[in-house]
Protein backbone atom coordinates (compact mmCIF):
# COMPACT_ATOMS: atom_id res chain seq x y z
CA UNK A 1 0.00 0.00 0.00
CA UNK A 2 1.49 3.56 -0.98
CA UNK A 3 2.08 5.87 2.22
CA UNK A 4 0.03 8.59 3.85
CA UNK A 5 1.77 11.63 2.94
CA UNK A 6 1.48 14.83 4.82
CA UNK A 7 2.42 18.36 3.39
CA UNK A 8 3.64 20.96 5.21
CA UNK A 9 6.19 22.16 8.55
CA UNK A 10 3.83 23.42 10.87
CA UNK A 11 1.47 22.30 13.87
CA UNK A 12 -0.91 20.98 11.34
CA UNK A 13 0.97 18.06 10.30
CA UNK A 14 2.60 17.51 13.39
CA UNK A 15 -1.00 16.96 15.08
CA UNK A 16 -2.17 14.91 11.97
CA UNK A 17 0.66 12.27 12.11
CA UNK A 18 0.02 12.12 16.02
CA UNK A 19 -3.66 11.74 15.37
CA UNK A 20 -2.68 8.66 12.96
CA UNK A 21 -0.26 6.90 14.73
CA UNK A 22 -2.59 6.80 17.54
CA UNK A 23 -5.66 5.95 16.00
CA UNK A 24 -3.84 2.78 15.23
CA UNK A 25 -2.28 3.42 11.32
CA UNK A 26 0.67 1.40 11.04
CA UNK A 27 1.45 1.85 7.25
CA UNK A 28 3.90 3.87 5.89
CA UNK A 29 3.56 7.64 6.76
CA UNK A 30 5.65 10.53 4.93
CA UNK A 31 5.75 14.42 6.16
CA UNK A 32 7.56 16.31 3.36
CA UNK A 33 8.41 20.24 4.70
CA UNK A 34 10.29 22.72 2.76
CA UNK A 35 11.64 24.18 5.94
CA UNK A 36 15.35 22.76 7.57
CA UNK A 37 13.25 21.60 10.79
CA UNK A 38 10.55 18.52 12.13
CA UNK A 39 7.10 20.77 12.22
CA UNK A 40 6.73 23.13 14.57
CA UNK A 41 4.19 25.90 15.90
CA UNK A 42 4.55 29.87 15.24
CA UNK A 43 3.07 31.35 17.86
CA UNK A 44 6.14 31.35 20.35
CA UNK A 45 7.96 33.21 17.57
CA UNK A 46 6.52 36.85 18.38
CA UNK A 47 6.18 36.37 21.98
CA UNK A 48 8.72 34.82 23.99
CA UNK A 49 10.59 33.25 21.64
CA UNK A 50 11.27 36.50 19.79
CA UNK A 51 12.07 38.03 23.38
CA UNK A 52 14.67 35.36 23.82
CA UNK A 53 13.21 33.94 26.99
CA UNK A 54 12.01 30.51 25.85
CA UNK A 55 14.40 28.01 24.41
CA UNK A 56 14.30 26.97 20.56
CA UNK A 57 12.59 23.51 21.99
CA UNK A 58 9.78 25.56 22.69
CA UNK A 59 8.38 25.81 19.45
CA UNK A 60 8.29 21.72 18.36
CA UNK A 61 5.14 20.30 19.66
CA UNK A 62 6.57 16.90 19.32
CA UNK A 63 10.12 15.63 20.44
CA UNK A 64 12.57 15.18 18.01
CA UNK A 65 12.65 11.15 19.01
CA UNK A 66 8.80 11.05 18.61
CA UNK A 67 8.58 11.16 15.01
CA UNK A 68 11.76 7.89 14.63
CA UNK A 69 9.85 6.22 17.58
CA UNK A 70 6.67 6.18 15.70
CA UNK A 71 8.40 5.42 12.08
CA UNK A 72 7.32 8.93 10.71
CA UNK A 73 9.88 9.43 7.65
CA UNK A 74 10.03 13.13 7.71
CA UNK A 75 11.92 14.31 4.78
CA UNK A 76 12.82 18.28 5.74
CA UNK A 77 14.32 20.88 2.77
CA UNK A 78 11.67 19.16 0.31
CA UNK A 79 9.09 20.99 -1.45
CA UNK A 80 6.33 19.57 -3.15
CA UNK A 81 5.82 21.48 -6.38
CA UNK A 82 3.30 19.71 -8.45
CA UNK A 83 -0.16 17.19 -6.86
CA UNK A 84 -1.79 15.01 -9.66
CA UNK A 85 -5.03 13.99 -7.47
CA UNK A 86 -6.09 11.34 -10.18
CA UNK A 87 -2.78 10.04 -10.10
CA UNK A 88 -2.37 10.04 -6.65
CA UNK A 89 1.33 11.52 -7.34
CA UNK A 90 3.38 14.56 -6.10
CA UNK A 91 6.38 16.09 -7.59
CA UNK A 92 8.90 17.21 -5.36
CA UNK A 93 11.52 20.38 -6.37
CA UNK A 94 14.24 18.08 -7.48
CA UNK A 95 12.23 15.88 -10.10
CA UNK A 96 11.39 13.06 -7.79
CA UNK A 97 7.76 11.72 -7.61
CA UNK A 98 5.84 10.18 -4.82
CA UNK A 99 2.89 8.27 -4.96
CA UNK A 100 0.62 8.29 -2.07
CA UNK A 101 -3.24 6.35 -0.64
CA UNK A 102 -4.12 9.74 1.13
CA UNK A 103 -2.40 13.31 1.46
CA UNK A 104 -2.97 15.99 3.36
CA UNK A 105 -2.35 19.50 2.24
CA UNK A 106 -1.18 21.89 5.17
CA UNK A 107 1.48 24.11 3.38
CA UNK A 108 0.01 27.31 5.84
CA UNK A 109 0.55 30.98 4.90
CA UNK A 110 3.05 32.99 2.89
CA UNK A 111 3.40 36.56 4.38
CA UNK A 112 2.30 39.97 2.31
CA UNK A 113 4.70 41.27 0.99
CA UNK A 114 4.94 45.55 0.86
CA UNK A 115 5.73 46.27 -2.93
CA UNK A 116 7.07 49.75 -2.21
CA UNK A 117 11.19 51.43 -3.30
CA UNK A 118 13.44 50.14 -0.54
CA UNK A 119 11.29 46.82 0.86
CA UNK A 120 14.59 45.24 0.35
CA UNK A 121 17.00 46.90 2.17
CA UNK A 122 18.75 45.54 5.20
CA UNK A 123 17.22 45.46 8.55
CA UNK A 124 13.67 45.05 6.79
CA UNK A 125 12.42 41.65 8.27
CA UNK A 126 8.87 39.75 7.53
CA UNK A 127 8.14 37.26 10.53
CA UNK A 128 7.00 33.69 9.45
CA UNK A 129 9.83 30.90 10.39
CA UNK A 130 12.21 30.15 12.92
CA UNK A 131 14.76 31.46 11.22
CA UNK A 132 12.62 34.84 10.52
CA UNK A 133 12.22 34.72 14.17
CA UNK A 134 16.60 34.13 15.31
CA UNK A 135 17.31 37.23 12.72
CA UNK A 136 14.71 39.92 14.27
CA UNK A 137 15.39 38.43 17.90
CA UNK A 138 18.86 38.73 17.15
CA UNK A 139 18.68 42.82 16.36
CA UNK A 140 16.11 43.48 19.53
CA UNK A 141 18.15 41.94 21.93
CA UNK A 142 21.15 43.89 20.37
CA UNK A 143 19.15 47.31 20.70
CA UNK A 144 18.79 46.55 23.95
CA UNK A 145 21.77 45.97 25.30
CA UNK A 146 23.04 48.91 23.68
CA UNK A 147 20.03 50.99 25.18
CA UNK A 148 19.01 52.57 21.09
CA UNK A 149 16.93 51.10 18.87
CA UNK A 150 14.15 52.70 17.07
CA UNK A 151 11.88 49.69 15.14
CA UNK A 152 8.62 50.88 13.29
CA UNK A 153 6.46 47.51 12.73
CA UNK A 154 4.23 47.94 9.26
CA UNK A 155 1.01 46.47 10.02
CA UNK A 156 -1.31 46.59 13.34
CA UNK A 157 -2.92 43.24 13.57
CA UNK A 158 -1.99 41.08 15.59
CA UNK A 159 1.60 39.95 14.12
CA UNK A 160 2.41 43.50 14.27
CA UNK A 161 1.05 44.49 18.22
CA UNK A 162 2.72 41.15 19.33
CA UNK A 163 6.17 42.11 18.04
CA UNK A 164 5.61 45.64 18.85
CA UNK A 165 5.22 44.36 22.70
CA UNK A 166 8.13 42.28 22.58
CA UNK A 167 10.14 45.21 21.51
CA UNK A 168 9.12 47.61 23.97
CA UNK A 169 9.45 45.03 26.42
CA UNK A 170 12.72 45.19 25.34
CA UNK A 171 13.51 48.80 25.65
CA UNK A 172 13.03 49.80 21.99
CA UNK A 173 11.31 52.70 20.78
CA UNK A 174 8.88 51.19 18.79
CA UNK A 175 5.98 52.83 16.42
CA UNK A 176 2.97 50.93 15.03
CA UNK A 177 1.99 51.95 10.91
CA UNK A 178 -1.55 50.49 10.39
CA UNK A 179 -3.69 51.45 7.40
CA UNK A 180 -6.94 51.59 9.20
CA UNK A 181 -8.47 54.05 11.74
CA UNK A 182 -7.95 50.91 15.02
CA UNK A 183 -5.17 48.75 15.40
CA UNK A 184 -7.11 45.26 14.81
CA UNK A 185 -10.42 47.18 13.91
CA UNK A 186 -10.97 44.37 10.82
CA UNK A 187 -11.11 41.97 13.91
CA UNK A 188 -12.70 43.59 16.93
CA UNK A 189 -14.10 46.39 15.83
CA UNK A 190 -13.52 50.04 16.88
CA UNK A 191 -14.69 49.45 20.76
CA UNK A 192 -11.64 46.33 21.69
CA UNK A 193 -9.38 47.55 18.87
CA UNK A 194 -9.35 50.70 20.79
CA UNK A 195 -9.39 49.46 24.18
CA UNK A 196 -5.67 47.55 22.88
CA UNK A 197 -4.80 51.26 21.37
CA UNK A 198 -4.89 52.41 24.93
CA UNK A 199 -2.33 48.88 26.19
CA UNK A 200 0.00 50.14 23.52
CA UNK A 201 0.21 54.13 24.53
CA UNK A 202 0.55 53.32 28.07
CA UNK A 203 3.83 51.71 27.18
CA UNK A 204 4.98 54.61 25.02
CA UNK A 205 3.83 52.95 21.15
CA UNK A 206 3.23 55.18 19.10
CA UNK A 207 0.70 54.24 17.26
CA UNK A 208 0.42 56.18 13.30
CA UNK A 209 -3.27 55.01 11.89
CA UNK A 210 -4.94 55.50 8.62
CA UNK A 211 -1.44 55.62 7.13
CA UNK A 212 0.08 54.65 3.99
CA UNK A 213 3.78 53.69 3.41
CA UNK A 214 5.09 54.89 -0.11
CA UNK A 215 8.49 53.79 1.16
CA UNK A 216 11.73 52.90 2.53
CA UNK A 217 14.91 55.22 2.98
CA UNK A 218 18.51 53.69 3.49
CA UNK A 219 21.75 54.74 3.61
CA UNK A 220 24.80 52.01 2.87
CA UNK A 221 22.28 49.41 1.87
CA UNK A 222 20.46 49.26 5.40
CA UNK A 223 17.05 50.64 6.31
CA UNK A 224 17.02 54.18 8.08
CA UNK A 225 12.99 55.22 8.13
CA UNK A 226 10.00 55.02 6.35
CA UNK A 227 7.64 57.43 4.36
CA UNK A 228 4.07 57.94 4.47
CA UNK A 229 1.75 59.52 2.04
CA UNK A 230 1.28 62.82 3.83
CA UNK A 231 4.97 63.47 3.82
CA UNK A 232 5.44 62.00 7.51
CA UNK A 233 9.35 60.26 7.63
CA UNK A 234 9.75 58.00 10.75
CA UNK A 235 13.61 57.36 11.10
CA UNK A 236 13.98 53.64 11.82
CA UNK A 237 17.19 51.52 12.53
CA UNK A 238 14.83 48.00 11.82
CA UNK A 239 11.52 47.31 10.59
CA UNK A 240 9.10 44.43 10.83
CA UNK A 241 6.65 43.78 7.88
CA UNK A 242 3.25 42.62 9.48
CA UNK A 243 0.54 43.62 6.71
CA UNK A 244 -1.34 39.96 6.63
CA UNK A 245 -0.73 36.61 4.86
CA UNK A 246 -2.01 34.51 1.90
CA UNK A 247 -2.28 30.81 1.91
CA UNK A 248 -0.01 28.98 0.20
CA UNK A 249 -3.13 27.26 -2.27
CA UNK A 250 -0.78 26.62 -5.61
CA UNK A 251 -0.97 23.17 -4.92
CA UNK A 252 -4.49 22.86 -4.79
CA UNK A 253 -5.23 25.21 -7.70
CA UNK A 254 -2.92 23.36 -10.41
CA UNK A 255 -4.14 20.21 -9.16
CA UNK A 256 -7.60 21.55 -10.18
CA UNK A 257 -9.14 20.98 -6.86
CA UNK A 258 -11.98 23.26 -5.81
CA UNK A 259 -11.05 27.03 -4.39
CA UNK A 260 -13.12 29.36 -2.21
CA UNK A 261 -13.95 32.55 -3.29
CA UNK A 262 -11.82 35.71 -2.08
CA UNK A 263 -15.60 36.91 -0.40
CA UNK A 264 -15.40 34.13 1.35
CA UNK A 265 -11.71 33.96 2.67
CA UNK A 266 -9.99 32.03 0.11
CA UNK A 267 -8.18 28.72 0.43
CA UNK A 268 -8.78 25.29 -0.26
CA UNK A 269 -12.56 24.09 -0.46
CA UNK A 270 -13.18 20.98 2.18
CA UNK A 271 -16.01 19.37 3.42
CA UNK A 272 -17.14 19.10 7.09
CA UNK A 273 -14.37 15.92 7.37
CA UNK A 274 -11.92 18.32 5.88
CA UNK A 275 -11.63 16.11 2.63
CA UNK A 276 -11.42 18.00 -0.62
CA UNK A 277 -13.23 18.12 -3.80
CA UNK A 278 -11.02 14.74 -4.14
CA UNK A 279 -11.66 12.28 -1.58
CA UNK A 280 -8.36 11.04 -0.63
CA UNK A 281 -6.83 15.03 -0.59
CA UNK A 282 -7.48 16.44 2.87
CA UNK A 283 -6.56 19.95 3.94
CA UNK A 284 -5.82 21.85 7.11
CA UNK A 285 -4.70 24.53 9.14
CA UNK A 286 -4.26 27.85 6.78
CA UNK A 287 -5.48 27.02 3.79
CA UNK A 288 -8.71 24.96 4.80
CA UNK A 289 -12.00 26.84 4.17
CA UNK A 290 -14.07 24.80 6.26
CA UNK A 291 -18.34 24.95 6.05
CA UNK A 292 -19.70 26.18 9.50
CA UNK A 293 -23.30 25.48 10.28
CA UNK A 294 -23.22 27.70 13.44
CA UNK A 295 -22.62 30.68 10.92
CA UNK A 296 -23.66 30.28 7.63
CA UNK A 297 -20.87 30.02 5.78
CA UNK A 298 -17.24 29.34 5.19
CA UNK A 299 -14.57 30.05 7.41
CA UNK A 300 -10.94 29.91 7.22
CA UNK A 301 -9.19 30.85 10.16
CA UNK A 302 -5.17 31.30 10.29
CA UNK A 303 -4.94 30.31 14.18
CA UNK A 304 -3.11 28.28 16.55
CA UNK A 305 -6.24 26.16 17.43
CA UNK A 306 -6.85 25.84 13.81
CA UNK A 307 -3.91 24.08 13.16
CA UNK A 308 -4.11 22.13 16.43
CA UNK A 309 -7.32 20.66 16.20
CA UNK A 310 -7.25 20.57 12.19
CA UNK A 311 -4.80 17.99 11.90
CA UNK A 312 -5.80 15.84 14.57
CA UNK A 313 -9.52 16.01 12.59
CA UNK A 314 -7.82 14.94 9.43
CA UNK A 315 -5.85 12.16 11.18
CA UNK A 316 -9.06 10.46 12.08
CA UNK A 317 -10.90 11.10 8.81
CA UNK A 318 -7.86 10.05 6.63
CA UNK A 319 -8.96 6.85 8.58
CA UNK A 320 -12.35 6.97 7.66
CA UNK A 321 -14.23 8.92 10.08
CA UNK A 322 -16.69 10.72 9.34
CA UNK A 323 -17.98 12.74 12.58
CA UNK A 324 -17.86 16.55 10.89
CA UNK A 325 -15.35 19.61 12.17
CA UNK A 326 -17.47 21.48 14.38
CA UNK A 327 -14.80 23.42 16.26
CA UNK A 328 -15.90 27.76 16.55
CA UNK A 329 -12.66 29.95 16.18
CA UNK A 330 -11.00 29.86 18.71
CA UNK A 331 -7.21 32.57 19.35
CA UNK A 332 -5.24 34.28 21.92
CA UNK A 333 -2.64 36.97 22.22
CA UNK A 334 -0.35 37.56 25.09
CA UNK A 335 0.69 41.55 24.95
CA UNK A 336 2.53 43.08 28.07
CA UNK A 337 0.24 42.02 31.01
CA UNK A 338 -2.51 41.59 29.32
CA UNK A 339 -3.67 38.25 28.15
CA UNK A 340 -6.88 37.75 25.94
CA UNK A 341 -8.47 34.29 24.81
CA UNK A 342 -11.12 34.73 21.79
CA UNK A 343 -13.93 32.33 20.52
CA UNK A 344 -16.53 32.76 17.72
CA UNK A 345 -16.44 34.72 14.99
CA UNK A 346 -17.99 37.85 13.98
CA UNK A 347 -17.84 39.76 9.94
CA UNK A 348 -16.75 42.75 11.63
CA UNK A 349 -16.66 44.35 7.74
CA UNK A 350 -20.67 43.27 7.46
CA UNK A 351 -21.60 44.93 10.53
CA UNK A 352 -22.91 43.85 14.36
CA UNK A 353 -25.76 44.62 17.23
CA UNK A 354 -23.24 46.16 19.86
CA UNK A 355 -20.40 45.23 22.24
CA UNK A 356 -21.17 44.49 25.65
CA UNK A 357 -18.83 44.65 28.00
CA UNK A 358 -18.77 42.66 31.64
CA UNK A 359 -16.21 43.60 34.23
CA UNK A 360 -13.76 46.01 34.47
CA UNK A 361 -12.02 47.82 31.60
CA UNK A 362 -9.89 50.18 33.72
CA UNK A 363 -8.73 47.26 35.67
CA UNK A 364 -8.47 45.48 32.37
CA UNK A 365 -10.15 42.22 33.50
CA UNK A 366 -13.56 42.24 31.32
CA UNK A 367 -15.02 39.63 28.90
CA UNK A 368 -16.49 41.41 25.92
CA UNK A 369 -19.08 39.96 23.73
CA UNK A 370 -20.27 40.68 19.83
CA UNK A 371 -24.04 40.27 19.40
CA UNK A 372 -25.42 39.92 15.82
CA UNK A 373 -29.53 40.07 15.54
CA UNK A 374 -29.81 40.12 20.07
CA UNK A 375 -27.52 36.99 19.77
CA UNK A 376 -23.96 36.16 21.00
CA UNK A 377 -22.00 35.39 17.87
CA UNK A 378 -17.96 35.90 19.85
CA UNK A 379 -16.61 36.65 23.36
CA UNK A 380 -13.39 37.68 24.29
CA UNK A 381 -12.15 37.02 28.13
CA UNK A 382 -9.12 39.58 28.76
CA UNK A 383 -7.44 38.70 32.09
CA UNK A 384 -10.19 36.58 33.16
CA UNK A 385 -9.45 32.81 32.89
CA UNK A 386 -11.32 29.50 32.30
CA UNK A 387 -14.32 31.65 30.44
CA UNK A 388 -14.34 30.04 27.32
CA UNK A 389 -17.13 27.15 27.59
CA UNK A 390 -19.36 29.21 29.41
CA UNK A 391 -18.83 31.87 26.35
CA UNK A 392 -18.90 29.06 23.82
CA UNK A 393 -22.24 27.79 25.27
CA UNK A 394 -23.41 31.28 24.66
CA UNK A 395 -22.74 30.84 21.25
CA UNK A 396 -23.71 27.95 20.58
CA UNK A 397 -27.31 28.29 22.43
CA UNK A 398 -28.27 30.26 19.70
CA UNK A 399 -30.80 32.65 21.65
CA UNK A 400 -31.04 36.12 21.95
CA UNK A 401 -28.87 37.28 25.10
CA UNK A 402 -30.27 40.52 26.61
CA UNK A 403 -26.96 42.94 27.19
CA UNK A 404 -27.80 42.99 31.10
CA UNK A 405 -27.59 39.18 31.16
CA UNK A 406 -24.31 39.77 29.16
CA UNK A 407 -22.42 42.55 31.93
CA UNK A 408 -23.62 40.53 34.63
CA UNK A 409 -20.91 37.88 33.07
CA UNK A 410 -18.16 38.45 35.11
CA UNK A 411 -19.00 38.97 38.92
Same mark, same amino acid.
Given at each position: ????????????????????? !? !???? @???????? $? &???? *???? &???????????????????? =? /????????????? !??????D??E????????????????????G?????????????????????? $?????I??????????????????? #??????????????????????????????????? $??? #???????????V??????????? %????????????? %???????? @?????????P????? !??? /?????????? /??I???A??????? %??????????? &???? *?????????????????????????????????L? *?????? *?????E??????????? %???? +?????D?? $??????? +?D??????????????????? =?L????? =????? =???????
Amino acid at each position: MEPFVLVGGGLTTARAAEALR !E !EGYD @GDLVVVTA $E &PHRP *YERP &PLSKDYLRGEAERDAVFPLD =E /GWYAEHDVDVRTG !ETVVGLDAAEHRLTLSDGATLTYAKTLLAPGSAPRTLAVPGADLAGVHYLRTI $EDADRISSALLEASLEGVGRLVVIG #DGWIGLEVAASARTLGLDVTVVGRGDHPLGRVLGP $EMS #DFYAGVHAEHDVRLVRGATVVGL %DGADGRVTGVRLA %DGTRLPAD @GVVIGIGATPNIGLA !ESA /GLELRDTAHG /GGIAVDATLASSHP %DVFAGGDVASI &PSER *YGRPLRVEHWATAQHTGAHAGRAMLGATDPYDRLP *YFYSDQ *YDVGMEYTGWVDVAAGY %DDVV +VSGDLDAR $EVVAFWR +VDGRVAAGMAVNVWDQMERVE =ELIRSGR =EVSAE =ELRRFVG
